[in-house]
């Protein structure tokens, strides 16, 4: 996954959990969102708690 993909998917995840919550957050409406594949996020992420803490840590280098 290059930085642009990584940067788009962790900023559309940080919008969804914002929006839907954790449980109502899918993968594939990330997927679907953002045009990157579920391989790529999964590869990048390892899994949907590993998104999640990347968009915390990316909306709290934002916030700081």
Do not use: P, Q
Not at 19 to 42: C, E, H, L, M, P
């Amino acid at each position: 996954m290059h930085d642009h993909e990584r940067e788009l998917v962790l900023d559309c995840a940080m919008e969804s959990f914002w929006r839907r919550g954790y449980v109502n957050t899918k993968i594939d409406s990330i997927v679907s969102d953002t045009g990157v594949n579920r391989y790529a996020i999964y590869k990048a992420f390892s899994n949907k708690d590993g998104l999640f803490r990347a968009a915390l840590t990316r909306y709290d280098e934002r916030i700081t």
